[in-house]
């Protein structure tokens, strides 16, 4: 994941402002530009609003584009992604629950380096995640995404 994208997120509801019961985080992303690697979460589940722009996402199995209005649902332990499928900036808010995931977004956001994978996959293992890049590898050639 580009920490330059992730640099555009604005936490809007932390988790000890809610007793840690859920969090909402704005993310901006480039066009055609994936927003995490494919990964999976084993404590939170993760709902994705889509503000502006398309929203492509694996849930699973499955695949689906997403636009305003729409809500993308990611529950624990079920492998997700999700990209910008458009030619514009695009911006969702990500309601996270139970709260904590948004500090592994505020880790990224510190990085002055995009993180190297090893990196990636030893933060997201200290907020019980899950990665595949060689998954995520298949998603940014088939849609033409730059990662």
């Known amino acids: 994941m ?4 992730r640099a555009r997120d604005r936490f809007l509801i932390d988790g000890e402002d809610t007793g840690g019961r859920f969090a909402v985080v704005r993310h901006v992303f480039a066009p055609r530009s994936l927003a995490a690697p494919l990964h999976r979460h084993h404590r939170e589940d993760e709902f ?3 503000l502006s722009g398309r929203m492509g996402a694996v849930l699973g199995d499955d695949e689906v584009l997403a636009g305003p209005g729409d809500l993308i649902v990611k529950p624990r332990d079920q492998w997700h992604t999700y990209w910008n499928a458009g030619d514009e ?12 995931l948004e500090q592994f977004f505020r880790r990224l956001d510190a990085l002055t380096e995009p993180p190297t994978q090893e990196q990636l996959v030893a933060l997201a293992a200290s907020y019980q995640c899950d990665t595949d ?3 995520s590898q298949r ?5 033409g995404l730059t990662s």
């Open 48 to 50: 994705t609003y889509v």
């Open 89 to 100: 900036p695009a911006a969702v808010l990500d309601l996270v629950s139970p709260a904590g």
């Open 139 to 143: 998603i940014v050639e088939r849609h």
């Open 133 to 135: 890049f060689e998954g």
């Open 2 to 5: 580009d920490g330059s994208v």
